[in-house]
C-alpha cells in the first residue's frame, strides 16, 4: 500500500504538503517514500518468483546482474498506473514546466 505521508502529500496536492515530504539527495535528486515496507517486501519476493522460473529476462543494462525490465513481465500496466496517477503530481512540483507531465 502507499505510505501514508506520500497519501497525504497526494491528497492536499500542495507545495507545502510535497515539501513536508521529499528529502534532497543531492543537486535535483530526490527520495520520498512512496510504499510501505509490506508492499515493498512483497514486490521484492514477486521478482524472487520470476527468477525461480528460470524464464529469461532483460536486463535494464549490461552492468546490472539483478535487474530487470519489468514492463516485460506484466507490469507495464501496473506501472504505467503508478507513473499517471500518483508520481505525476510529485513531478510536477518538482519539476515544473519542461518534465512536470510524463507522455503516455
Known sequence: ???PGYWKAYCLNTPEAWAALV???AT???SVPL??????KAFVEELDKFH???LPARRPNSMNNYGIVVNEI???PALDQLCHNLLQPL????FPGVGSHFDR
Open 23 to 25: 528529502t534532497t539527495e
Open 35 to 40: 510504499f510501505k515496507p509490506e508492499l515493498c
Open 52 to 54: 525461480g522460473t528460470g
Open 74 to 76: 506484466g507490469m507495464e
Open 28 to 30: 535535483e535528486v530526490y
Open 91 to 94: 513531478a510536477h512540483y518538482l
Open 1 to 3: 500500500t502507499i505510505h
